[in-house]
């Protein structure tokens, strides 16, 4: 797998090429790129890599600009020190990133991530991506939520509109059920991850372990300790219990 890394601090972009290789001996770091200039330059110039690293503040501007200069059909991860904001957008508009000093762990799961993604033939509109990312943190009062959401089918990766996710739970680990009652693994890492991303007109945080979907709510009762039983149209034999604390404003999300 060949690789190019965009970074300005000669430090960070050697430690990244050091871990790339305790990784993966195989994968080539084939350009080290120090700023906006030099990248438009040599994207332009050369073949694609298979994935770019690329950090967002470079010498002479903001890494955004390289893609607004070069048409990009190759997976990006961001390495970043920027804000919840900026992270939160990364998230919404399903661009990878990794947050400096970049951690071994971390570094492997976006790999990871990565070859299950691209290595089956799914496509990815990346360029799509990063114009939506770039809009999105060029508009930070203009809130912006996930619409699709990627989860794990068979020996592939599923994109999944958010009128066919039924609700998310965690049981060890995180999955999406579908409204056909499909249970799929997400690579996200808690519920509290999903709750930053979802629209809560449409998702509403149910407990600790679940969101649910306001389409697929069938019924619900209250009880005498005040929680709410919550049944769903894609399994009738389920039903998901809403904490007395969340009761009310799980009524009043239901009547908006």
């Given amino acids: 797998m060949?690789?190019?890394?965009?970074?300005?601090?000669?430090?960070?972009?050697?430690?990244?090429?050091?871990?790339?290789?305790?990784?993966?001996?195989?994968?080539?770091?084939i350009a080290v790129l120090d700023?906006?200039?030099?990248?438009?330059?040599?994207?332009?110039?050369?073949?694609?890599?298979?994935?770019?690293?690329?950090?967002?503040?470079?010498?002479?501007?903001?890494?955004?600009?390289?893609?607004?200069?070069?048409?990009?059909?190759?997976?990006?991860?961001?390495?970043?020190?920027?804000?919840?904001?900026?992270?939160?957008?990364?998230?919404?508009?399903?661009?990878?990133?990794?947050?400096?000093?970049?951690?071994k762990e971390y570094l492997q799961a976006a790999l990871l991530k990565f070859k299950q993604h691209y290595n089956t033939g799914i496509a990815s509109d990346v360029t799509g991506q990063l114009k939506e990312?770039?809009?999105?943190?060029?508009?930070?009062?203009?809130?912006?939520?996930k619409e699709r959401f990627l989860a794990h089918y068979k020996s592939g990766i599923v994109p999944l509109p958010e009128n066919k996710v039924a609700y998310f739970f965690k049981d060890t680990i995180i999955y999406l059920v579908t409204v056909d009652n499909?249970?799929?693994?997400?690579?996200y890492s808690t519920i509290d991850e999903i709750e930053e991303v979802v629209n809560p007109k449409k998702f509403f945080r149910s407990n600790r372990q679940s969101i649910i979907q306001?389409?697929?709510?069938?019924?619900?009762?209250?009880?005498?300790?005040?929680?709410?039983?919550?049944?769903?149209?894609?399994?009738?034999?389920?039903?998901i219990d809403v904490s007395r604390e969340k009761a009310n404003d799980f009524v009043n999300w239901l009547d908006q």
């Avoid at 990312?133 to 939520?145: G, R």
């Avoid at 499909?182 to 690579?187: H, I, P, S």
């Fill in 214 to 239: 306001i389409d697929q709510v069938e019924t619900y009762k209250k009880h005498d300790t005040g929680k709410i039983e919550v049944h769903l149209k894609c399994d009738k034999t389920l039903h």
């Fill in 35 to 103: 700023s906006v200039a030099s990248s438009v330059k040599w994207l332009n110039a050369n073949p694609h890599p298979d994935l770019l690293f690329v950090d967002i503040q470079l010498s002479d501007g903001i890494s955004f600009d390289i893609f607004s200069q070069v048409k990009m059909d190759k997976p990006v991860i961001f390495t970043t020190a920027y804000n919840d904001y900026a992270i939160r957008a990364f998230k919404v508009n399903s661009v990878d990133y990794l947050l400096k000093p970049i951690d």
């Fill in 133 to 145: 990312l770039m809009q999105t943190l060029a508009n930070p009062n203009e809130k912006k939520y």
């Fill in 182 to 187: 499909e249970k799929l693994v997400t690579d």
């Fill in 2 to 29: 060949n690789v190019i890394i965009i970074e300005d601090e000669s430090l960070i972009a050697k430690n990244l090429q050091r871990l790339l290789h305790e990784i993966d001996a195989e994968i080539k770091v």
